[in-house]
């Protein structure tokens, strides 16, 4: 039996870590050793289970937020249908800096008739920035809604442009 104050015991437990990020306060959480959530705009306050899991996650949010961050390197657990998975799996292949339509995601998927699911699999994204939802727009470029508001969106994606070109 693992003994209670156990770091290996303690990353299979629910943990999780806010960060500061130029878009607000996020909560970024955790389960057996794997992220399984990000959260908006979170209390400063709110209570706090860290753990090497989210430091290791938050680490990697803060290269992104500085510019210094393209790709994640973290263990995944997100939790949905098996369409989901699908469409948060061909979110993970939108490059940096990049867009795509939901119905480039249906297609990508074999299922060219799925935008309207694609865009609710998108909604549902439980680990965002991570697994880019915020890089799918509408198929005539304007901006859909995202969990975070339309304003973070326009702000992640203006801060991968500036710098995508260094």
Known sequence: MAKLFDPLFME????????????????????????????????????????????????????????????FEVK??????????????????????????????ANHIGNPKAVRAVGAANGKNPVPIIVP???VIGRSGKLTGYAGGLDIKVWLLEHEKQHMAK
């Open 12 to 71: 299979n437990v629910m943990s999780n870590q806010l960060i500061n990020t130029p878009i607000g306060w996020l909560n970024v959480r955790a389960s057996g050793g794997a992220i399984t959530a990000i959260e908006f705009a979170v209390d400063p306050e709110l209570e706090q289970q860290p753990s090497e899991t989210t430091a290791h996650c938050c680490r990697q949010l803060a290269e992104y937020f500085n510019g210094q961050r393209e790709h």
């Open 76 to 105: 995944l657990d997100m939790a949905g249908t098996d369409f989901q998975k699908t469409v948060w799996l061909a979110l993970g292949g939108i490059e940096y800096g990049e867009t795509c339509s939901y119905g480039d995601i």
């Open 133 to 135: 939802c915020h890089r």
